[in-house]
């Protein structure tokens, strides 16, 4: 599933959606710096939503200065966001590694309004709510108040 060796040698190159513009830029809600906002497919709540990096890390320790700091940013963001709708907890959730049950190389934080026993971690598990157009429309119905709060939070020219 995360790739593999081939019999001739080779590698097979990681299937890695988050790396993939065309895929992700359509589940995206913002841009902050170096960091996108993402509405999470996995409708197990519709504020269900990922952060990342744009370039590929595999693990918070290859952040980058900038991209711990825009991090922090999007972060404050989605506070922002929850509160606006009521939402006064919310939980992180980083699977790192394989075993933990990360099924993409990219590093994400999932974060889901309340208590993380929302959060899935089974994919079976997961009701999957949205088709890739759903999320689209979804994302996309998301992004100007997600700009105006950005905007709002004065951090960010
Ligand atoms: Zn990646």
Redesign the pocket.
């Known amino acids: 599933m995360l790739g593999g060796c081939l019999p001739n040698g080779g590698v097979v190159k ?1 299937n ?1 959606i ?2 993939n513009e065309e895929v992700i830029g359509k589940s995206t809600i913002i841009k902050i710096g170096t960091i996108r906002i993402v509405a999470s497919m996995d409708a197990d709540h519709e504020y269900h939503f990922l952060v990342m990096t744009i370039a ?1 890390r595999n693990n918070y320790f290859e952040l980058t200065d900038a991209e711990r700091s825009d991090y922090a940013l999007a972060e404050k963001v989605i506070a922002g966001f929850y509160k606006m709708h009521g939402i006064d907890g919310y939980s992180k959730i980083e699977l790192v590694g394989e075993e933990a049950g990360r099924t993409i ?2 590093w994400h934080v999932h974060f889901v309004p309340g208590k993380s026993d929302n959060f899935h971690n089974n994919p079976k598990e997961r009701p999957l709510h949205r088709s890739s157009e759903e999320l689209h429309t979804f994302a996309k119905s998301l992004s100007p108040e997600f700009e105006n709060i950005t905007k709002g939070s004065g951090q960010i020219a």
């Open positions: 990681y890695d988050f790396d590929h190389p990219h």
